[in-house]
């Protein structure tokens, strides 16, 4: 069964440094997102993306986050300088059509911890 | 806040008992999804419902949906020790294409 892939599935990395964090969604869907989970809190939207570019960002989603379809596979998380309230375990998910009408699914995750 | 509410927080139950969660929100939907989590692992989908659906299966799993009193149900029946994990509902709202989540009902099943 298809399967959304993330990569790495831990990161640490130190206050101020950029990290991409990097995703392959199921192969025919066509539309993509970011969330993120703070341990112990809901986990939140961050970001969608269709037809390469963003069609919804929510207030998490600042100046410092951006994403890119590199490729026809790869869809990537940039944090440009993190901060402390940056760590969190980050989704990539991937689905079909519209949200409305069409499960998302989901990879397993990236731990990323700011030191 | 247009995020759903689910209850109860923490549910531990024995081994082939039956496990119930309830998901309430605020405002109209397009499709309520639930999802799994094991502790620190990825968000598995377990079932999608539309608005308008009322009832779906899938395996062990019975959903329920009433826009009318804005909320959904989860069972679980005959439940596993495999079954513990957290359990969140995740709707999208009308006019809306992203995913708004419950805080999650976390299921300890005891064998």
């Known amino acids: 069964e298809p399967e959304v892939t993330q990569t790495p599935s831990h990161q640490v990395t130190q206050m101020g440094q950029e990290v991409i964090l990097r995703c392959v969604p199921i192969?025919?869907?066509?539309?993509f997102y970011w969330y993120r989970q703070i341990l112990g809190q809901k986990v939140e939207f961050l970001v969608s993306?269709?037809?390469?570019?963003?069609?919804?960002k929510s207030e998490i989603f600042d100046d410092q986050f951006s994403v890119e379809r590199p490729d026809g596979s790869n869809f990537t998380l940039k944090i440009r300088s993190t901060k402390l309230e940056d760590s969190a375990m980050y989704f990539c998910?991937?689905?079909?059509?519209?949200?409305?009408?069409?499960?998302?699914?989901f990879g397993p995750g990236t731990r990323l911890t700011v030191t | 806040s247009q995020q759903g509410e689910e209850d109860p927080q923490a549910l531990s139950i024995q081994e082939g008992e039956n496990a119930t969660m309830n998901c309430s929100y605020k405002?109209?939907?397009?499709?309520l999804q639930w999802y799994r989590q094991n502790s620190g692992r990825g968000l598995v989908h377990l079932i999608l419902?539309?608005?308008?659906?009322r009832e779906k299966h899938s395996g062990r799993l019975r959903v329920t949906l009433d826009t009318s009193k804005k909320s959904s149900s989860l069972l679980i029946t005959a439940s596993r020790a495999a079954d513990t994990a957290s359990y969140f509902c995740?709707?999208?709202?009308?006019?809306?294409?992203?995913?708004?989540f419950g805080a999650g009902t976390t299921v300890t099943v005891r064998a």
């Open positions: 998910a991937s689905s079909e059509g519209l949200a409305g009408s069409y499960e998302q699914y």
């Open positions: 995740a709707m999208v709202f009308s006019n809306d294409y992203k995913l708004s």
């Open positions: 993306f269709y037809n390469n570019e963003i069609s919804e």
């Open positions: 419902i539309r608005s308008n659906e």
């Open positions: 192969s025919n869907h066509l539309y």
């Open positions: 405002t109209s939907i397009n499709n």
